[in-house]
């Protein structure tokens, strides 16, 4: 039987001091290269694993970040934050740390409860947090607490926090501005809930690109949805139902947008023809319905997050705290020229 591997046993079959073999192990800088290596792969060969327990008690770290998913119910299955977690669990593993992941409903003391409880239990050493919110009580919480974190999102209040965000006002305006091009006047979106403050950016482009086209931004054809597919269709239903409907809609994420064809489809719509419908982010199913979009780099996001909160963690400048990125369009068969106006 293979017996247990020690510190002590690396140090005889290396000749270097206990010290001095801990802190290669550990990643000190004032071991040199060369002992590193041979440390290091003297513990492979040996198949050395440390205690991790005892190094995090030492260190008083606990090698993980959390990220709480605003969801109300389970959502791994949505491929926006499939691939946002993807790039951040990628990240983390060349980091050597880990990701504990939950869900909580947006809002509500359930949510605040569980940051709580991460936060002051100590489980955590920093946070991700996505979808910021309009006067965001995470935020400030965070912020209020002096606890690691970083953001997908900017936020309206006057904190001071790294955060990477895509810039949703530039890009609405320009998808509306395709459509006008397109020779659509009766242009409608399916926005976000109005509490994200990524809604407001959004809708701030839309409305402003008909304005300077001379179009009206109808009350009647802006309508709420929660994000999901689900939402995308109940949304579409409002729209189509009505005594003039819209030639184009404009959804505030891809899966609002994969709900409202479904919906257009239902109703004997053809999809480009007879309604153009456009979304937001070019997750995988967006190529599959052939939907127009604006695209986000959601994985590589993931992994400039971790990255900045790694760097906090470790007392390293961030070079760049403040990241606005400019969506791309992508244009697909779902938007076209209209038939009637």
């Known amino acids: ?12 079959a290396t000749g270097f001091s ?4 801990s802190r290669a192990l550990a990643g000190y800088s004032d071991v040199a290269e060369s002992t590193r290596t041979t ?11 440390p205690n991790l327990t005892a190094r995090q008690l030492q260190r008083q770290r606990s090698d993980t970040i959390g990220l709480i998913l605003p969801a109300h119910g389970p959502r791994y299955t949505d491929p926006y934050f499939n691939t946002i977690i993807a790039g951040i669990g990628d990240q983390l593993a060349e980091f050597g740390l880990d990701l504990l992941l939950s ?26 947090v996505v979808r910021t919110r309009i006067q965001d009580e995470r935020i400030a919480y965070l912020d209020r607490s002096g606890f690691p974190f970083v953001c997908f999102g900017r936020s309206d209040m006057d904190i001071e926090f790294p955060y990477i965000d895509e810039d949703g006002e530039a890009g609405f305006y320009e998808l509306t501005q395709y459509l006008i091009s397109l020779g659509h006047t009766r242009i409608a979106c399916i926005s976000a809930p109005e509490g994200l403050l990524f809604a407001r950016y959004r809708m701030a482009g839309f409305c402003k690109a008909l304005e300077d086209a001379g179009l009206p931004c109808r009350e009647e054809w802006i309508v709420y949805g929660n994000l999901s597919r689900k939402g995308g269709e109940n949304a579409a239903n409002q729209l189509l139902d009505l005594d003039e409907t819209p030639t184009a809609i404009l959804a505030a994420n891809d899966l609002m947008a994969i709900g409202a064809i479904t919906v257009a489809k239902e109703k004997g719509l053809e999809i480009g023809k007879d309604l153009s419908i456009a979304g937001f ?18 994985y590589e996001i993931g992994k400039q997050l971790t990255e900045m909160l790694h760097n906090q963690l470790q007392n390293i400048p961030i070079k760049n705290p403040h990241i ?18």
């Open 281 to 298: 982010d070019d997750i995988p199913p967006a190529e599959l319905y052939s939907l127009t979009t604006l695209q986000q780099p959601i």
């Open 103 to 128: 869900t909580h409903p947006p809002g509500g003391n359930d949510e605040m409860a569980a940051y709580r409880r991460l936060v002051e239990g100590r489980s955590i050493d920093g946070l991700i």
């Open 324 to 341: 606005l990125l400019k969506p791309r369009l992508i244009i697909r068969d779902s938007t076209q020229p209209p038939v009637n106006q």
């Open 18 to 21: 206990i010290t001095t073999v």
């Open 39 to 49: 440390i290091k792969d003297t513990a492979e060969k040996l198949g050395y694993y």
């Open 1 to 12: 039987m293979k017996s247990h591997i020690t510190l002590k046993t690396i140090a005889r």
